[in-house]
């Protein structure tokens, strides 16, 4: 038991140290350039670390599992044991034991500690964006910066200070809406980045200003003046920005964040909402066009029309009436066929809200669960193939992973979309292996291989043997 514990520590530290890593790459046009102390990034790095233990944790348990137990049988200590009268059961026991209160301590754990970090990771991240103007702008999206929105092609510079093909909206004080546009090849930040105002230096654009006359049959025409200019500065104002703590929590719905309560709450509400939304769908719309409605409804219409118009109303309108009819008939269906798009999207977001909650609370289960199967999957598999270190095991506990993790997520998607109930999509992952825990011990207590292929071989080429000829065929 011991030789366990120390290996699965120095196994899940490595693991963690590695994943940091993979987590600060992965997050690094977010931290990178932005005069961050060290004390922020050691903020970034404590709370990365409750994320990703959900990936560290079994992945330790079985690597450390299948390391031990095969060092055991390629060092003959299982045949000692067995001479001994000592089964592998009675040897796994103990372990057992340490790996069940692991599991319940990692759902405690899942449902407490990485709430927390996924809380504090995902608001530091948002504040550290938000902190520096000159990285809150991303490349190939509108971006709100003070009074102005902006989007550039191309960001270079060792702060990302050159802008290349720009684009601004800007408001108008006076009046509500984007009636400025700017447009030019390049651009420069410059002035100090923790300056309450920000120089914007255009180069080679154009300036172009919705007017409003007061006159109304010129302002259909949607005129406007543009201008062109060489070099153009626009003074930006983010004291807003600069004045943003990294410690503050603004967004605190996520379900990552929440615990089982907190989930069940969400989960509460945003039921009785969509049901609401669904009940005013049906009477607003579904009711609306219904077949024997809309008969009624078109049948009084056209008995109102024939009394006033004509049966034949439509050849006594003009031709471009009759094209005009026609394309309000036609905008009027795009219309409705439109609302009725954007009611159903909505719903479906509504509905994968709720299942995304729901997959959360599972979750919280399943880490525990997972950790026990794979360490049933781990020791014998580890006992089976008799070999210890960091080689062989190593490559059997990634595939054997890798294969887990994909299918969770993959099944995650799947029950969000609606393909199976929420709680299969949670749990596939760990009811296929399972069955393969079972397997496996079943294998290494009857001292079977993972499978007989020498057998299997043998029987298969002795049917292609010459047979030898019978006595009673010699002549």
Not at 184 to 191: D, H, P, R, Y
Request: proline content about 3%.
């Amino acid at each position: 038991m011991t030789s366990f514990i120390k290996t699965f520590l120095s196994v899940f530290i490595v693991i963690m140290f590695i994943l940091i890593l993979q987590a600060i790459w992965l997050y690094i046009k977010d931290l990178a350039g932005k005069d961050l102390d060290m004390i922020t990034i050691a903020k970034f790095m404590m709370y990365t670390i409750p994320v990703i233990v959900p990936l560290a944790l079994p992945l330790s348990i079985l690597l450390a599992s299948i390391m031990v137990f095969g060092n055991m049988a390629e060092n003959y200590e299982f045949a000692a044991m067995k001479s001994n009268g000592i089964s592998l059961q009675r040897a796994m026991r103990s372990l057992i034991i340490v790996v069940g209160v692991l599991g319940i301590t990692s759902f405690f754990f899942a449902n407490t500690v990485i709430p927390w970090g996924h809380f504090k990771q995902g608001n530091l991240r948002r504040n550290i964006v938000n902190k520096k103007p000159a990285m809150a702008i991303g490349v190939g999206t509108f971006n709100q910066i003070g009074d102005i929105n902006i989007k550039v092609y191309k960001k270079s510079g060792d702060r990302g200070q050159y802008l290349h093909d720009v684009l601004i909206h800007k408001k108008n004080r006076k009046r509500s809406g984007n009636y400025t546009v700017i447009k030019s090849e390049k651009g420069e930040l410059k002035s100090s980045l923790k300056s309450n105002i920000i120089q914007l230096v255009l180069s080679n654009g154009n300036y172009y200003d919705d007017l409003f006359p007061e006159n109304a049959q010129k302002r259909r025409s949607s005129p406007f003046v543009r201008s062109s200019f060489e070099t153009y500065t626009l003074n930006i104002d983010v004291s807003a920005l600069n004045k943003d703590n990294l410690d503050e929590a603004s967004v605190t719905d996520n379900h990552r964040m929440l615990k089982i309560h907190e989930l069940q709450t969400s989960i509460d509400s945003f039921t009785t909402k969509f049901n609401n939304n669904l009940s005013t769908y049906h009477e607003q719309q579904h009711k609306r066009w219904a077949p024997e409605l809309f008969k009624t409804r078109i049948g009084k219409e056209t008995e109102i029309i024939e009394k006033e118009i004509g049966s034949d109303f439509i050849s006594e309108l003009s031709i471009y009436d009759q094209r005009r009819t026609i394309e309000n008939t036609i905008n009027k269906l795009k219309q409705q066929r439109s609302a009725l798009k954007n009611r159903v999207f909505q719903l479906n977001e509504e509905h994968k809200r709720i299942a995304k909650h729901e997959i959360e609370i599972q979750k919280k289960f399943v880490l525990g669960v997972a950790c026990i199967i794979l360490f049933f999957i781990g020791a014998p598999l580890g006992a089976i193939i008799r070999k210890g270190g960091m080689g062989l095991p190593l490559v059997i506990a990634t595939l054997f992973f890798l294969t887990f993790h994909f299918i969770n997520i993959f099944a995650e998607k799947a029950g969000v979309e609606g393909a199976f109930p929420t709680w299969v999509g949670a749990w596939m992952g760990t009811l296929i292996i399972f069955p393969i825990g079972i397997f496996l011990t079943y294998r290494a207590t009857t001292d079977q291989g993972f499978f007989d292929l020498g057998g299997s071989i043998e029987s298969l080429f002795s049917r292609f043997k010459k047979k030898p000829k019978s006595p009673s065929a010699a002549p």
